[in-house]
């Protein structure tokens, strides 16, 4: 659904530390009065200070990349996971709403259960599996509680810098002979910046409600993880492609946590409002990887 778009004069980036953060600065069309405050310079659980920024800003649209995003430990710290995955959501979509800011929010596929195997529509029906996914769904109905809001999920987001299942990956198969990896739980691997490129353009266009963005393509975690390897391998990581990949099932992996089986974005209505589809994860994997930089030996190295 798209509402009122137009030029964005000014905008603002919460969470700016952070992966997605950093790659909506990155991508800013040139000419916007951008200010981009990371969990330091502004923590979104104090709605106090939140309503002061933006009011004294006055931002067009307000990004928000600021997540709990712990997916097992919010099994062990559900106050912490909800106060800033819903609750400051909610303290940031009132803030909006009182100075005619756009919401821009970020959601998450772990919203869904994953047991039907089709993809999901935006409007189809929640059941959170875990703390995290709750949290978050009920972070997408605060932020929509503002005038114009846009919610957008999306799947296992990734880059160059940062803990994510990349790094992890070339981290492990480089200092380990084996890894084994879950071959049961399918989504689509997804670039923080081919993300934030969709948000930009969503935002321009007014879009508002729910929709769903990830790169094209689907993968268990076990295909995420040999591509890895093979793309390390075809930069000459010799260390990194002598590892072999191990499938296994999630019942051999237990997890505080328990993930979506089959979690796949339909983003067709997406692709159309914005008249373009995502590049395939595969090819975004190989872009990124070539951007990464291992550490002495070949052992890379999260921040």
């Given amino acids: 659904m798209s509402g009122g778009g137009g030029p964005i004069a000014a905008a603002l980036v919460t969470g700016a530390g952070g992966q997605l953060g950093r790659a909506l600065v990155a991508s800013a069309p040139a000419g916007i009065r951008l200010t981009a405050l ?8 104090d709605a106090a ?3 002061e920024k933006l009011g ?13 995003t712990a997916v097992d430990k919010a099994e062990s710290e559900p106050e912490l996971a909800d106060a800033l995955n819903h609750r400051a959501v909610a303290g940031l979509a009132d803030a909006c709403t009182q100075t005619g800011a756009r919401l821009v929010h970020v959601s ?4 869904f259960d994953g047991i039907s195997g089709a ?4 409007d189809a029906r929640t059941n959170p599996l875990s703390v995290y996914g709750r949290t978050k769904r009920d972070g997408e109905a605060a932020a929509l509680a503002s005038p114009g809001a846009l919610v957008v999920r999306t799947a296992w987001v990734y880059a160059p810098g940062g803990r994510n299942f990349v790094a992890t990956m ?7 002979p084996e890894v084994r990896v879950v071959d049961d739980q399918i989504g689509s691997p997804t670039t923080a910046e081919g993300l934030a490129g969709a948000l930009w353009a969503l935002a321009a266009r007014g879009a508002s409600g729910i929709h769903h963005w990830t790169d094209a393509g689907v993968a268990s975690w076990y295909d995420f993880a040999v591509a890895i390897r093979e793309e390390a391998e075809a930069l000459g990581f010799d260390r990194v492609a002598a590892a072999r990949v191990i499938p296994i099932r999630s019942s051999e992996f237990p997890t505080p946590a328990r993930r979506p089986g089959v979690a796949i974005l339909a983003k067709e209505r997406t692709w159309r409002e914005l008249g373009t589809t995502g590049e395939h994860w595969r090819d975004g994997l190989r872009r990124t990887i070539r951007r990464m930089t291992p550490g002495p030996g070949e052992v890379w190295r999260t921040e």
């Fill in 38 to 45: 990371g969990s330091t310079e502004l923590d979104i659980r």
């Fill in 49 to 51: 200070a939140v309503s």
């Fill in 56 to 68: 004294r800003l006055r931002p067009d649209v307000v990004f928000n990349a600021a997540a709990y």
């Fill in 108 to 111: 998450t596929d772990y919203v």
């Fill in 119 to 122: 993809p999901y529509e935006p």
């Fill in 170 to 176: 070339l981290r492990l198969m480089s200092t380990r």
